[in-house]
Nanobody, 121 residues
């Protein structure tokens, strides 16, 4: 099995910063893309940022310039540095990874349980 565990969420004031991390573990042959998604109460889950195995990235327009996604392939870990946080960033943040497991050629998506970020004064 494959597990993704997020950490780093919490309560922060507007303008503050948080750094989220997500570590993948289990039966993993390789990981392609990794990313962060978020869901606020009453809203659909939305893409925040993704990164390919080679390091290329893409961001939602709402976070571009404020958030930075990075990864440590040796540790199967992806990070999300969140700066200049706004109240509208309040959501549960979920980690996603495209994982190839031993013996299966296709990639499959795995999700973490989420970590809550609350931005409030």
């Amino acid at each position: 099995q494959v597990q993704l565990v997020e950490s780093g969420g919490g309560l922060v004031q507007p303008g503050g910063s948080l750094r989220l991390s997500c570590a993948a573990s289990g039966s993993i042959f390789s990981i392609n893309a990794m990313g962060w998604y978020r869901r606020a109460p009453g809203k659909q889950r939305e893409l925040v940022a993704t990164t390919a195995s080679g390091g290329s990235t893409n961001y939602a327009d709402s976070v571009k310039g404020r958030f930075t996604i990075s990864r440590d392939n040796a540790k199967n870990t992806v990070y999300l540095q969140m700066n200049s946080l706004k109240p509208e960033d309040t959501a549960v943040y979920y980690c996603n990874a495209e994982v190839k497991v031993p013996g299966i050629s296709a990639l499959d998506d795995y999700w973490g349980q989420g970590t809550r970020v609350t931005v409030s004064s």
